[in-house]
């Protein structure tokens, strides 16, 4: 049995004074869920005071990037050893990052490689874009990224895979469960072809795509689905919160 993961993204919200508050919210609801792994993922800024908030509870943190060296002449760049301690995940390959900043296969791989190297667990992110989506291409651009991505990387179990179709993210339009789950099926068939079928087993595969408190449990109902990388809604305590806990409920069966 795969735990099942939900992480919130909160991309570029939040000052750290909001963030605080968020964590206020919903920190003590939050910790009670069990049988769901949760992740904060707040922006580099609020690290520290979220890590200080969550204390010892259940809740996990993650940071939204990093560059691949360890330090150096990289201005307004964080590296990966900088978030040794503060952290536990890292979002990695986002498409929007992939899209403004440009982000390319090789770059995310050298993005995973440098947070495994110091045990920080990559939540990698991929998928397709509309138009690739409409001419029939999801499988082809889905496999390149993961392989992509995971290039000469020895398997690990800290990894996490998201599938976030770009057509989905921020749109209100979510892929339908039998979507999500059929191409969340072909990369863990991929991953069983680079790491073998047992390694691809245990791995988690979360969707990500306009996921609210609303559509969460039709998506962790499916077999290959482990929960979700939220980002509009993960920012809304109550609606979080449901997410969590709906999660929670389906996967207990
Ligand atoms: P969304 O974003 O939930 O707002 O669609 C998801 C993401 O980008 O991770």
Same mark, same amino acid.
């Given at each position: 049995?795969?735990?099942?993961?939900?992480?919130?993204?909160?991309?570029?919200?939040?000052?750290?004074?909001?963030?605080?508050?968020?964590? @206020?919210?919903?920190?003590?609801?939050?910790?009670?869920?069990?049988?769901?792994?949760?992740?904060?993922?707040?922006?580099?800024?609020?690290?520290?005071?979220?890590?200080?908030?969550?204390?010892?509870?259940?809740?996990?943190?993650?940071? @939204?990037?990093?560059?691949?060296?360890?330090?150096?002449? !990289?201005?307004?760049?964080?590296?990966?050893?900088?978030?040794?301690?503060?952290?536990?995940?890292?979002?990695?390959?986002?498409?929007?990052?992939?899209?403004?900043?440009?982000?390319?296969?090789?770059?995310?791989?050298?993005?995973?490689?440098?947070?495994?190297?110091?045990?920080?667990?990559?939540?990698?992110?991929?998928?397709?874009?509309?138009?690739?989506?409409?001419?029939?291409?999801?499988?082809?651009?889905?496999?390149?990224?993961?392989?992509?991505?995971?290039?000469?990387?020895?398997?690990?179990?800290?990894?996490?895979?998201?599938?976030?179709?770009?057509?989905?993210?921020?749109?209100?339009?979510?892929?339908?469960?039998?979507?999500?789950?059929?191409?969340?099926?072909?990369?863990?068939?991929?991953?069983?072809?680079? !790491?073998?079928?047992?390694?691809? @087993?245990?791995?988690?595969?979360?969707?990500?795509?306009?996921?609210?408190?609303?559509?969460?449990?039709?998506?962790?109902?499916?077999?290959?689905?482990?929960?979700?990388?939220?980002?509009?809604?993960?920012?809304?305590?109550?609606?979080?919160?449901?997410?969590?806990?709906?999660?929670?409920?389906?996967?207990?069966?």
């Amino acid at each position: 049995m795969r735990l099942p993961i939900i992480a919130g993204n909160w991309k570029m919200n939040t000052t750290v004074e909001q963030a605080i508050e968020l964590v @206020q919210e919903m920190r003590g609801r939050l910790d009670k869920v069990e049988g769901v792994e949760k992740v904060l993922c707040p922006p580099f800024i609020s690290l520290s005071a979220v890590g200080e908030l969550i204390g010892s509870s259940s809740i996990r943190l993650g940071a @939204q990037n990093l560059y691949f060296e360890e330090k150096g002449a !990289y201005t307004g760049e964080v590296s990966p050893l900088m978030l040794v301690g503060l952290c536990e995940y890292v979002i990695l390959g986002h498409s929007e990052r992939r899209h403004y900043f440009v982000e390319t296969d090789e770059m995310v791989n050298l993005k995973v490689k440098a947070a495994l190297k110091v045990g920080l667990k990559p939540i990698l992110c991929v998928g397709e874009r509309l138009e690739e989506n409409e001419a029939g291409k999801t499988e082809e651009v889905v496999t390149r990224q993961v392989k992509g991505a995971l290039a000469g990387i020895a398997p690990s179990e800290g990894l996490v895979v998201a599938y976030e179709p770009v057509w989905a993210i921020g749109s209100g339009k979510a892929a339908t469960e039998e979507q999500a789950n059929t191409t969340i099926g072909l990369i863990r068939h991929i991953l069983s072809q680079l !790491y073998g079928e047992q390694f691809s @087993q245990a791995i988690r595969i979360q969707y990500g795509g306009s996921v609210t408190s609303a559509n969460i449990a039709e998506f962790v109902a499916q077999p290959e689905i482990d929960g979700a990388l939220v980002g509009g809604a993960s920012l809304i305590a109550t609606e979080f919160l449901g997410i969590v806990e709906q999660t929670a409920k389906a996967k207990r069966g």
